[in-house]
């Protein structure tokens, strides 16, 4: 497990705060009749899903909506981005296009977001293997569009 920024704070002779990206916990250490505390705490921390930042879920729709108007001219109706899930340097990019629909998958390199798979409906992990995505983060992609899907459905 992975703990960044992590910082502790000794408010009290019995409280400890622990702040970490993702984790603020106040852990409750009995009084002691000792002047000085010495306790051993073990922390467990499962960093939270990786979050894209508004920049970089920008970029990836400019590129997802520059790739599917390349070289087409005068379109009586433009594509709409309508979800984006991030992992480790890939994003699966959901768009809408008057009555139509696709993904598109995106992979980061040299801090550019580029499309290395696009298409109508719905992608799945195999498209993703396929694309270059290694597996693990495919089916976490996939599992991170899903709950987005259910999410905005409800």
Do not use: H
Not at 40 to 59: D, G, I, W
């Amino acid at each position: 497990m992975q703990l960044k920024n992590l910082a502790l704070l000794a408010l009290t002779t019995c409280t400890l705060i622990v702040i970490g990206t993702g984790i603020a916990k106040a852990i409750f250490i009995p009084e002691s009749s000792f002047s000085a505390i010495t306790a051993t705490a073990v922390l467990a921390q499962s960093v939270p899903e990786e979050q894209a930042t508004p920049p970089e879920v920008e970029a990836i729709n400019q590129a997802t909506l520059e790739y599917l108007k390349d070289g087409r001219e005068d379109l009586p109706e433009t594509p709409s981005i309508t979800r984006t899930v991030v992992d480790e340097g890939y994003a699966i990019a959901t768009w809408t296009w008057g009555e139509a629909g696709g993904q598109s998958v995106l992979s980061l390199t040299d801090e550019i977001w580029t499309v290395i798979a696009s298409g109508g409906g719905a992608v799945d992990v195999s498209v993703l293997v396929e694309a270059g995505v290694p597996t693990d983060i495919a089916e976490r992609l996939i599992e991170r569009d899903q709950a987005t899907w259910e999410e905005r459905k409800q």
